[in-house]
Structure formats: structure tokens, C-alpha cells
Nanobody
Framework: QVTLVESGGGLVQTGGSLRLSCAAS????????MAWFRQAPEKEREFVAA????????YYVDSAKGRFSISRDNAKNTVYLQMNSLKPEDTAVYYC?????????????????WGQGTQVTVSS
């Protein structure tokens, strides 16, 4: 069993930065691919970024490429999402997720554990 707790969300102006953290419990964290998803009001939850269990592979939605960076520290059981050059359209609740398995995925239904989410609001 893995429990995920996100933090680091908040209100920021357009062009600003935030760093989200996802702290995981469980001894098997280091073997799980991890991802960030987000859900804006009245929209479907969408994939943002994923990272392999080694940290050697990272993947992003096109809108996040060049602005967001996902990383992990397996010694601290934590995954991060550094978000720069934020835009109003990045406003959403951001969720981290863990997947039992060897490979990453962009599909939310393939993730087994979810955090409660952290709100990110970007003002124009």
C-alpha cells in the first residue's frame, strides 16, 4: 500500500513558478513509476508528466514541455513537479499518482495510488 500527499500548490501570477511535492509512504516507492495529473474545473483529468522508477525517463504533455520538470528523490520517497512560466490555463487541482509496474503511462486508469490533490491557481 502507498499513501501519497501533495503539497506546494497556491496562488501565483502569470509567469511565476511553483514547486509541487508528493511525499509517499511505503517501502516500495522507489520501484514505482510516478506521474502528475491535473483537473481544471469542468474538465477531464489530464496527464501532465511522468517519471520512470529510476528517474532516467521523463515524459510530458506538450503544453508542459520546456516549462515543467518532473523529478524524484527515492531516498526521500518524494516526487517533484517544478513549474515555471505558469499560465492561467495551468490552473487546476494537481494530483500525483503511483503505478504498480515497470513502465510509465499517460493513462490515469493505469495508476493505482492517488493523492488528494493540491490546488494551483494562476492569476492573469
Amino acid at each position: 500500500q502507498v499513501t501519497l500527499v501533495e503539497s506546494g500548490g497556491g496562488l501565483v501570477q502569470t509567469g511565476g513558478s511553483l514547486r509541487l511535492s508528493c511525499a509517499a509512504s511505503g517501502r516500495t516507492f522507489s520501484s514505482y513509476p510516478m506521474a502528475w495529473f491535473r483537473q481544471a474545473p469542468e474538465k477531464e483529468r489530464e496527464f501532465v508528466a511522468a517519471i520512470s522508477w529510476t528517474g532516467g525517463g521523463t515524459y510530458y504533455v506538450d503544453s508542459a514541455k520546456g516549462r515543467f520538470s518532473i523529478s524524484r528523490d527515492n531516498a526521500k520517497n518524494t516526487v517533484y513537479l517544478q513549474m515555471n512560466s505558469l499560465k492561467p490555463e495551468d490552473t487546476a487541482v494537481y494530483y500525483c499518482a503511483a503505478r504498480r509496474g515497470l513502465t510509465t503511462s499517460r493513462v490515469q486508469y493505469e495508476y493505482d495510488y492517488w493523492g488528494q490533490g493540491t490546488q494551483v491557481t494562476v492569476s492573469s
